[in-house]
């Protein structure tokens, strides 16, 4: 069984562009979850997907940041436009009925210049 | 105040060794708590996961959660090199946003 997958797996952008990162979750997950990962800092919870609906999306931090999941399946994360404290490592996860199972994948590391 | 707590070490054991990783949390709220084994460059890798007090065992890994004091802990018997990685901590209320602790880098040494 393949698991969950990320692309790319780094991006360096300037600071005023526009990035989209993309999660594929475990085939059959309806539940996906994004995490970033500042450096130095916890990992801090973005949103949560049930199938193609936003179940909770407190952890965006502000309105730069847009997340969609069409048709329940893969996600995208588009960040735009980039700032500079955006900088860190972006987690994908997903999990089937047992929400604690949250398996991740590896990540996208995104660099704002 | 974070609303969990986690040594970031290194902590560094020889081979054999029995090794103790814990984490903090002020919330008491939470319910799930659950251990990600981390290795370089990688996700986060789901070790174990338990549902309120108590113990739970599996191969070489424990894992105990005392919730009157707020405390978790992962015990690593007969700790091997290939333990060595980055253990994180995460606790959840209901199961669906986890908070992580920091991560606890941890070396076992041959």
């Known amino acids: 069984e393949a698991g969950v997958t990320q692309f790319p797996s780094h991006s360096v952008i300037e600071k005023g562009q526009t990035v989209t990162l993309r999660c594929d979750p475990i085939?059959?997950?309806?539940?996906l979850y994004w995490y970033r990962r500042v450096m130095g800092k916890e990992i801090k919870f973005l949103l949560h997907?049930?199938?193609?609906?936003?179940?909770?999306e407190s952890g965006m931090p502000n309105n730069r940041f847009l997340a969609e999941r069409t048709g329940g399946t893969y996600s995208t994360l588009k960040v735009q436009p980039a700032e500079l404290e955006d900088s860190g490592v972006y987690f994908c996860?997903?999990?089937?009925?047992?929400?604690?199972?949250?398996?991740f994948g590896p990540g996208t590391r995104l660099t704002v210049t | 105040q974070k609303e969990v707590e986690q040594d970031p070490g290194p902590l560094s054991v020889p081979e054999g060794a029995i090794v103790s990783l814990n984490c903090t949390y002020s919330?008491?709220?939470?319910?799930?708590f659950m251990w990600y084994r981390q290795y370089s460059r990688k996700g986060p890798e789901l070790l174990m996961y338990?549902?309120?007090?108590g113990n739970k065992e599996d191969g070489r890994f424990t894992a105990q959660v005392d919730k009157s004091s707020k405390y978790i802990s992962l015990f690593i018997r007969d700790s091997q090199p290939s333990d060595s990685a980055t253990y994180l901590c995460?606790?959840?209320?209901?199961?669906?946003?986890?908070?992580f602790g920091t991560g606890t880098s941890l070396t076992v040494i041959p």
């Open positions: 996860a997903s999990s089937q009925e047992s929400v604690y199972e949250q398996y």
């Open positions: 085939s059959g997950h309806d539940n």
């Open positions: 997907f049930v199938k193609e609906s936003k179940q909770d």
């Open positions: 919330n008491s709220a939470f319910q799930y």
């Open positions: 338990t549902y309120s007090s």
């Open positions: 995460a606790m959840s209320r209901l199961g669906n946003q986890f908070y």
